[in-house]
């Protein structure tokens, strides 16, 4: 009895388990799906900076080579080093965001990885609770036909018993028949 109790209430735990990873994996997934949008939109706007700076790089070699250095070159130059740095910037910026959105996909992938374990942990545990009911059901099957058995022997004793009741009653008036027959012969 307390197999079958355990069962259900196990496969109630294992279900809420199995809920409430289901919910964490939706959530997870959106949040993929939204990084991986974000990935992309970002190796784009990388690319466009990579291409700036290399531009911006071609701009200031040319800039250099010129053999005029004017103060307006000289201050094209410094913006455009800075340009580039901020760029340079912006571009780190990004890959460090795409190495913790690498982290956060590992993470995600772990976790897919703990809802395949408990999704099986839960079929087994469902299994062997059908089982244990089975088993359970089989043995008090057995214990009611064990119980109509030992009814049945008890109302044969008892037939028995009657009987015998009945052919010791008989016998007793033989003897007392016989006992009178042998005061009168005597």
């Known amino acids: 009895m307390s197999a079958t109790t355990m069962g259900p209430a196990m496969t109630k735990h294992w279900e809420a388990e199995l809920e409430a990873l289901k919910g964490n994996n939706a959530k997870l997934t959106a949040a993929l799906l939204e990084s991986t949008a974000n990935v992309k939109q970002w190796k784009q706007q990388l690319a466009a900076y990579q291409e700036e700076a290399e531009r911006l790089h071609k701009r200031v070699t040319e800039l250099e080579c010129q053999s005029n250095q004017t103060p307006v070159i000289k201050s094209q130059k410094?913006?455009?080093n800075q340009t580039i740095e901020e760029l340079e910037t912006a571009l780190r910026d990004k890959e460090e965001e795409m190495e913790k959105l690498k982290e956060e996909l590992e993470n995600?992938?772990?976790?897919?990885e703990q809802k395949d374990t408990l999704t099986q942990k839960l079929e087994e545990t469902e299994l062997r609770s059908r089982v244990l009911e089975e088993q359970l059901a089989?043995?008090?099957?057995?214990?009611?036909?064990n119980q109509e058995e030992q009814e049945n022997f008890r109302k044969s004793l008892r037939t028995l018993l009657e009987l015998l009741d009945g052919k010791i009653f008989e016998l007793t008036e033989?003897?007392?028949?016989?006992?009178?027959?042998i005061e009168e012969a005597s």
């Not at 089989?138 to 036909?145: D, F, S, V």
């Not at 033989?174 to 027959?181: E, F, I, P, Q």
């Open 108 to 112: 995600m992938n772990d976790l897919m």
């Open 78 to 80: 410094t913006e455009l």
């Open 138 to 145: 089989g043995a008090e099957q057995r214990l009611e036909e």
């Open 174 to 181: 033989l003897r007392d028949t016989l006992a009178r027959l």
